[in-house]
């Protein structure tokens, strides 16, 4: 059996969003996942031991891909990220968010 997928979700704060994407993807097989912000005011922010952890890194926003990059620039080298284009008009697991995050990261995983 192969091992698992480590899979970071990442938006601004570690509010909405990302861990939602933890929420629904941490449920699945063969994949474990976590949540992390950008922001220092994150209720998790992301450090150099998430980057090393994870095996594929979905944000949210461009901009986060850019902060990850200025921050950890050489940790990134080999680290797939993934632009998921989901604007910060969500609450936790509401459904319209939920159903995109399976979609999006579905496509993105059955095309590695």
């Known amino acids: 059996m192969t091992s698992s997928k480590n ?4 938006c601004s704060r570690n509010q909405w969003r990302s861990p ?6 941490r449920k699945k097989l063969g994949y474990q996942a976590k949540s992390v912000g950008t922001s220092p005011k994150a209720k998790r922010t992301v450090g150099s031991a998430d980057i090393r952890w994870a095996d594929i890194i979905f944000v949210m926003e461009k901009k986060h891909k850019n902060r990850l990059i200025a921050q950890f620039t050489r940790m990134l080298d080999h680290k797939p990220i993934h632009i998921l284009d989901i604007p910060d008009e969500y609450q936790y697991m509401d459904q319209e968010l939920v159903e995109e995050l399976e979609e999006k990261v579905s496509t993105i995983i059955g095309n590695l």
Do not use: D, H
């Open 7 to 10: 899979l970071l979700f990442i």
């Open 20 to 25: 939602t994407g933890e929420e629904v993807w």
